[in-house]
């Protein structure tokens, strides 16, 4: 037997066996490096799709249309590679599933491929969607269970940014907690609380006028009776040193809130709003328990800029000093006065009844007023975008007007920052059509948010919530939907 020739043959075995095995292992690699090709592809199609999709759902949040939408969602594609003019394919679906707030976009491009050329593969399209829909703040009801101010047991108010956070003003206070290290409290929003005002297209023909006053009660920090407390019909402002001590009227402490009108030209950016006037008010004994109408908040309405059937003033309220709690409410209608310069005007009486005395430069004119311009038959009215600072001033069971969650709306999330004095740490809301339980929050804390899915048909509700609270309760509610069409600010985010 030729030993040289058995081997000669095993060898040649050998090279064709290691011949075929690399041309498995060459294909498998061939194969690992174009699946990988496409999942790196795939990866890019889904982050240019869910940056298209935010970029056309936060258009139609500004109520920019669906044309700006489509146009911002090309751009942005085209921008991360997917540019609808070379070949890439950029599907825009305004309410998408049927939902008015609802975005999709769906991109894709053929993909080059290496070894799957073998089969007669050159490119693989590769594609990926994406949805984004829009948060909107639900406007609150400022006047919630009851009349704020001198009448009632509840005002709207605001610390100084030297205050603190356990105080219960989650946003105007820069530091965290009374007795502590002075941290910073990250939720410090410097740009103040947002109320939105809205004037009637009719408003001068039901009123016979068209000229409005805005007016501030108490916008001052400062209480004549030199109470440190608030309490019900007597005074609206807390009086709380550095560390939450408490003070006096005549402290160094009292807290200045400057108060801004407006005119948002229509539009949900704050980037086009146009000034109309400005006042701040700190320890002021003059307008303490007093409607104010500081100069320049007095105006004819043609001033401000009609939107459909509507004008929208934004009236934003910032403390810009001191650490003490003011209260404060806010109204809008008809002025009580025709010229000369006004200090503030005092009222006696209630609802349809009230009469209004003058101040004009400090002295009593001794002109009262029969008839009540600030009811709601004047048409105004005015919320808090998203978000309403208030404070108790009595005991007990209180319902609060959160606001209306309009028809459409898939899901309505509610957030309380420091509902903990006098109550029982559980809330219970009302929309008119079911009735939902929720849990309150202790001091310094925010509660788990209650989130409640509402379906694909929400008819559409007015919201309230009860609950127990104590006397000098200061709180933070927070109040947000998804999946309506709302003309206010919120944020857009990602649903699928």
């Given at each position: 037997m030729?030993l040289?020739?058995?081997?000669?043959?095993?060898?040649?075995?050998?090279?064709?066996?290691?011949?075929?095995?690399?041309?498995?292992?060459?294909?498998?690699?061939?194969?690992?490096?174009?699946?990988?090709?496409?999942?790196?592809q795939?990866?890019?199609?889904?982050?240019?799709?869910d940056?298209?999709?935010l970029?056309?759902?936060?258009?139609?949040?500004?109520l920019?249309?669906?044309?700006a939408?489509n146009?911002?969602?090309?751009?942005?594609?085209?921008?991360?590679?997917?540019?609808?003019t070379?070949?890439?394919?950029?599907?825009?679906?305004?309410?998408?599933?049927?939902?008015?707030a609802?975005?999709?976009v769906?991109?894709?491009?053929?993909a080059?491929?290496?070894?799957?050329?073998?089969f007669?593969?050159?490119?693989?399209?590769?594609?990926?969607?994406?949805?984004?829909?829009y948060?909107?703040?639900?406007?609150?009801?400022?006047?919630?269970g009851?009349?704020?101010?001198?009448?009632?047991?509840?005002s709207?108010?605001?610390?100084?940014?030297d205050?603190?956070?356990a105080?219960?003003?989650?946003?105007?206070?820069?530091?965290?907690?009374?007795?502590k290290?002075r941290?910073?409290?990250?939720?410090?929003?410097?740009?103040?609380?947002?109320f939105?005002?809205?004037?009637?297209?009719?408003?001068?023909?039901?009123?016979?006028?068209?000229e409005?006053?805005?007016?501030?009660?108490?916008?001052d920090?400062?209480?004549v009776?030199?109470?440190?407390?608030?309490q019900?019909g007597?005074?609206?402002?807390?009086?709380?040193?550095?560390?939450?001590?408490?003070?006096?009227s005549?402290?160094?402490?009292?807290t200045?809130?400057?108060?801004?009108?407006?005119?948002?030209?229509?539009?949900?950016?704050?980037?086009?709003d146009?000034q109309?006037?400005?006042?701040?008010?700190?320890g002021?004994?003059?307008?303490?328990?007093?409607w104010?109408?500081?100069?320049?908040?007095?105006?004819?309405i043609?001033?401000?800029?009609?939107?459909?059937?509507?004008?929208?003033?934004?009236i934003?309220?910032?403390?810009?000093?001191?650490?003490?709690?003011n209260?404060?409410?806010?109204r809008?209608?008809p002025?009580?006065?025709?010229?000369?310069?006004?200090v503030?005007?005092?009222?006696?009486g209630?609802?349809?009844?009230?009469?209004?005395k003058?101040i004009?430069n400090?002295?009593?004119?001794?002109?009262?007023?029969?008839?009540?311009?600030?009811?709601?038959?004047?048409?105004?009215?005015?919320?808090?975008?998203?978000?309403?600072?208030?404070?108790f001033?009595?005991?007990?069971?209180?319902?609060?007007?959160?606001?209306?969650?309009?028809?459409?709306?898939?899901?309505v999330?509610?957030?309380k920052?420091d509902?903990?004095?006098?109550?029982?740490?559980?809330?219970?809301?009302?929309?008119?059509?079911?009735?939902?339980?929720?849990?309150?929050?202790?001091?310094?804390?925010?509660?788990p948010?209650?989130?409640?899915?509402?379906?694909n048909?929400?008819p559409?509700?007015?919201?309230?919530a009860?609950?127990?609270a104590?006397?000098?309760?200061t709180s933070?509610w927070?109040?947000?939907?998804?999946?309506?069409?709302?003309?206010?600010?919120?944020?857009?985010?990602?649903?699928?």
């Amino acid at each position: 037997m030729n030993l040289n020739l058995i081997s000669t043959r095993r060898n040649g075995t050998v090279i064709v066996y290691v011949a075929l095995a690399l041309v498995v292992l060459l294909g498998a690699a061939g194969l690992s490096i174009d699946v990988g090709n496409l999942y790196l592809q795939r990866d890019k199609a889904q982050r240019a799709a869910d940056a298209a999709a935010l970029a056309g759902a936060l258009q139609l949040m500004q109520l920019n249309g669906v044309d700006a939408a489509n146009d911002a969602a090309h751009s942005i594609a085209a921008a991360n590679g997917y540019d609808a003019t070379k070949g890439a394919t950029v599907k825009c679906s305004p309410q998408a599933e049927g939902n008015d707030a609802w975005y999709r976009v769906y991109v894709s491009k053929p993909a080059p491929v290496f070894f799957m050329a073998i089969f007669g593969w050159r490119y693989k399209t590769i594609g990926a969607p994406a949805t984004a829909t829009y948060r909107t703040a639900v406007n609150i009801d400022i006047n919630g269970g009851g009349e704020y101010g001198a009448n009632g047991p509840v005002s709207l108010s605001l610390f100084g940014p030297d205050g603190r956070r356990a105080n219960g003003d989650r946003y105007s206070t820069m530091y965290i907690d009374n007795n502590k290290p002075r941290g910073i409290n990250p939720y410090y929003d410097p740009a103040g609380y947002d109320f939105n005002l809205s004037i009637p297209k009719d408003y001068a023909s039901v009123n016979g006028t068209s000229e409005i006053g805005v007016q501030i009660f108490d916008p001052d920090c400062y209480n004549v009776n030199s109470g440190q407390n608030a309490q019900a019909g007597v005074s609206v402002d807390e009086m709380r040193g550095f560390n939450g001590e408490n003070v006096n009227s005549s402290s160094k402490y009292l807290t200045t809130t400057r108060y801004t009108l407006y005119d948002t030209k229509g539009t949900v950016s704050k980037d086009d709003d146009v000034q109309i006037a400005q006042a701040s008010y700190g320890g002021d004994s003059k307008s303490d328990m007093a409607w104010v109408t500081p100069t320049g908040f007095k105006f004819d309405i043609s001033k401000v800029t009609l939107k459909g059937d509507v004008r929208d003033l934004r009236i934003n309220v910032k403390s810009t000093s001191g650490s003490s709690e003011n209260g404060f409410n806010l109204r809008a209608g008809p002025p009580l006065y025709s010229s000369g310069s006004i200090v503030d005007v005092r009222e006696k009486g209630v609802g349809e009844n009230t009469q209004y005395k003058k101040i004009v430069n400090g002295k009593e004119t001794g002109n009262w007023l029969n008839k009540n311009p600030f009811n709601s038959k004047n048409g105004t009215n005015i919320t808090a975008t998203g978000r309403i600072p208030m404070n108790f001033n009595a005991d007990g069971q209180a319902t609060i007007t959160l606001g209306y969650v309009p028809a459409k709306a898939v899901q309505v999330t509610i957030n309380k920052f420091d509902t903990d004095v006098g109550s029982n740490m559980s809330v219970t809301y009302n929309d008119g059509i079911s009735t939902r339980t929720g849990k309150l929050s202790g001091n310094d804390e925010d509660a788990p948010p209650d989130v409640y899915d509402l379906g694909n048909d929400y008819p559409g509700g007015l919201w309230t919530a009860t609950y127990k609270a104590g006397l000098g309760d200061t709180s933070v509610w927070d109040m947000s939907c998804v999946g309506s069409s709302l003309q206010t600010p919120g944020g857009v985010y990602l649903v699928k």
